[in-house]
């Protein structure tokens, strides 16, 4: 037996694996202290009433704000079914027919803030606002009694969905152009329109990529806190993060912000145990 | 060479970690302005170079009167003392990030704070002084006789004379369209009648957003209770909440537009969306000044009254005692008051009124009194209620579906 050769190779892999763990300390060390270590204060201080151990901050947060919580989630799993809607169809369509200045306007709201796409959608879809004016010019709506409907649920679907499908449409592109051009010609060959190759071929050979973008948008949706503030009815049902914002500002009950806070983790940790889920089978 | 490489790439991120932990304290700090080398020791000799560290809280507005008019107006007079100013935020949490960096010093135990005074609304008040964070300085300066409101002895039930100048006084008002409400209406009852008359044509941001919709619900609670005595002075009693539910839920149950803050109750008045909103004098007149807000828009004081709110100067006792005590006296002399505060920024003055506007120009007395007058505002300018009973509004309001 070579011993000095399993010595040495053992060594090697000895030494690789203790490089390999100082290379990821560093990341691991500052999710651990900028994310883990908050996180577990976050859910110790959810727990405190009045200085005792209590679970009463999320029986309250369930009674007096589950309407909130389904709110929420209704209006992110709306925005994000609109999104990948959209994104599949346009993404699909300007991969089969290549449209570059198509591609480019429809990628702009990229570029713009949320706290902008807010204010803009604030005053460009308010009841008075440039759209009904402009239609009241052309006689489609009466600007005296003009439709009334933008602040809440509908003006938070519309304004998130017009800005995150843009990147919603640049990942799926990206992995609608992945895709082997062969079995695209070939179904073209067969008769196949551009409805039939998205449907048939796009969607199922770029699943995984789909159901990726789906995660990373439906958590930008639950955390997002600068739209749902400027477009949300004050009077009707609220975004988590707008209730976890009065917590801290108006009744400056950190303990109960803090159960919100964890409610909302809770949320958005079924489409990341998926995205992980999906991660490891992948590896 | 791969793994020289993956070495080096450990070390360098092992030194990046070490390098951000060391970043100074102030890049978290909210309040936390540059150190200053001169900000060593208070000054003793009057014509020593003194840096005068001053956080003011509030909106971008309070920022811009302190460093483009006071500073500068300040330093003139007093040409060795150079006022560094730095905005806190606004709202509650402006004026608790300056109690939070106080505190903190003070649990240190450094003797000199960063912060010589500062600028603060009333929910703080009670923790400044219960911590032993701040001065009874009024008494030392000169122009203490001017200090005489009602806002300099109490704040939201504490008892905080001595340890104030208000510098204003801002006050909640329903602004209306005088082009579509011919009679606006004259009390709370009144406008609870025309809301029903009108439905979505009366707006309002709710208790969060905006302290114009809370002061509304405050007076709303002050005319249905007819217990405003007790509200404002205390002491707390939860059985003084009892009907409140009932209250806050008719309320909740007139047909109302909700706007998203004290701009959006603006805009939707400016729009013609709403026709009546709670708002801030000060924010009403400068949005005016601005071209932001149509002519049309008026103002009316119902009642039995709307409440308002002072900001306060406040001093350290970590400070430079004597710049920042110059400093407050300054702001509380009727002439700057009447220059400034008034005449600039449109805001009721935190001091003896009759003797600011005897400084004032007869156009500033008419632009403010015009359509509310100083009459109306000694009797219907009310305060906000206790700090225990304006949680209980909130939580009450928030509960009511």
Same mark, same amino acid.
């Given at each position: ?10 060594? /090697? ?17 500052? $999710? ?22 209590? !679970? ?16 929420? !989630? ?17 993404? /699909? ?13 429809? #990628?702009?709201? @990229? ?5 902008? $796409? ?34 809440? +649920? ?13 990147? +919603? ?65 004050? /009077? ?22 803090? +159960? ?5 983790? @809770?949320? +958005? ?7 992980? #889920? ?6 | ?7 080096? %790439? ?31 020791? =208070? ?35 007093? =040409? ?32 000199? &704070? ?79 009648? &025309? ?84 708002? &801030? ?19 009316? %004081? ?44 449109? &805001? ?28 109306? %505002? ?24």
């Amino acid at each position: 037996m070579n011993y000095s050769a399993v010595l040495n190779g053992g060594r /090697g892999k000895t030494g690789e694996r203790l490089l390999g763990a100082a290379v990821i300390l560093p990341p691991v060390a500052l $999710v651990c202290t900028e994310y883990v270590y908050p996180f577990l204060m976050s859910v110790h201080s959810s727990l405190l009433k009045d200085g005792r151990f209590s !679970a009463e901050n999320y029986s309250y947060s369930l009674s007096v704000y589950g309407g909130d919580i389904l709110f929420t !989630a209704f209006v992110s799993a709306l925005s994000l079914a609109l999104v990948l809607a959209l994104s599949v169809t346009i993404g /699909g369509y300007l991969t089969l027919r290549r449209n570059r200045f198509l591609e480019f306007l429809f #990628k702009v709201p @990229l570029f713009i803030p949320f706290v902008v $796409v807010g204010h803009a959608m604030r005053t460009f879809l308010a009841p008075k606002g440039l759209l009904n004016s402009l239609l009241s010019q052309i006689g489609v709506i009466d600007i005296n009694h003009p439709p009334d409907f933008i602040y809440g +649920a509908v003006g938070i679907v519309i304004s998130l969905t017009w800005k995150q499908f843009s990147f +919603a449409l640049l990942l799926v592109m990206s992995s609608f152009e992945s895709v082997d051009k062969s079995y695209l010609e070939a179904a073209r060959t067969f008769g196949a329109g551009t409805c039939r190759q998205i449907l048939n071929f796009l969607i199922p050979l770029t699943r995984s990529s789909i159901g990726v973008t789906a995660v990373l948008i439906l958590t930008s949706f639950l955390q997002n806190f600068s739209v749902v503030m400027m477009m949300g009815n004050s /009077g009707g049902s609220q975004h988590i993060m707008v209730d976890i914002y009065n917590t801290i500002t108006y009744l400056n009950d950190l303990p109960l912000a803090n +159960a919100l806070g964890v409610i909302s983790y @809770l949320l +958005a940790l079924g489409p990341a145990i998926l995205y992980l #889920k999906r991660e490891m089978e992948k590896a | 060479m791969k793994k020289l490489l993956c070495a080096l %790439l450990a070390g360098s991120m092992l030194l990046s970690l070490a390098a951000c932990s060391n970043a100074p304290s102030e890049a978290s700090s909210a309040a936390a302005p540059a150190q200053n080398s001169s900000a060593g020791a =208070p000054s003793q000799e009057e014509q020593k170079p003194v840096t005068l560290n001053f956080a003011t809280g509030g909106d971008t507005n309070m920022s811009e009167f302190f460093n483009n008019e006071i500073s500068p107006a300040f330093h003139e007079k007093y =040409p060795n003392i150079t006022v560094k100013v730095t905005a806190t935020g606004a709202g509650d949490d402006g004026s608790r990030n300056i109690y939070t960096k106080w505190k903190a010093q003070k649990d240190a135990g450094k003797s000199e &704070w960063d912060i010589d005074a500062g600028c603060v609304n009333q929910s703080v008040m009670k923790d400044l002084i219960d911590n032993g964070l701040i001065e009874k300085y009024v008494p030392d300066i000169s122009n203490q006789k001017y200090v005489t409101t009602e806002s300099s002895k109490f704040a939201l039930g504490t008892d905080v004379e001595g340890y104030v100048v208000p510098l204003f006084t801002s006050q909640i008002v329903l602004g209306y369209n005088s082009k579509t409400v011919q009679t606006p209406p004259k009390s709370y009852d009144e406008l609870e009648s &025309w809301i029903k008359a009108n439905p979505k044509k009366f707006g309002y941001n709710g208790v969060t957003g905006g302290m114009s919709g809370v002061g509304f619900v405050a007076g709303w609670l002050y005319n249905k209770t007819k217990n405003y005595d007790t509200l404002v002075k205390g002491p707390y009693s939860a059985d003084k909440t009892a009907d409140w539910g009932k209250i806050l839920k008719d309320l909740k149950s007139l047909p109302v537009t909700y706007t998203q803050g004290n701009a959006g109750t603006l805009d939707l008045l400016n729009r013609g969306e709403i026709d009546i909103g709670p708002v &801030w004098v000060d924010m009403l007149l400068l949005w005016k000044s601005d071209g932001r807000m149509s002519p049309d828009v008026k103002m009316i %004081l119902p009642e039995p009254g709307m409440p308002g709110q002072p900001m306060y100067l406040v001093v350290g006792s970590g400070a430079q005692k004597d710049a920042a005590e110059k400093f407050c006296d300054f702001l509380a002399d009727p002439a700057v008051q009447a220059k400034y505060v008034v005449g600039k920024y449109n &805001w009721y003055p935190g001091i003896d009124s009759n003797a600011v506007f005897q400084e004032s120009s007869q156009e500033t007395k008419d632009l403010l009194f015009k359509e509310v007058t100083a009459d109306e %505002l000694s009797k219907k300018a009310l305060a906000l209620p206790i700090d225990e009973y304006s949680k209980a509004m909130q939580k009450i309001y928030t509960e009511t579906k």
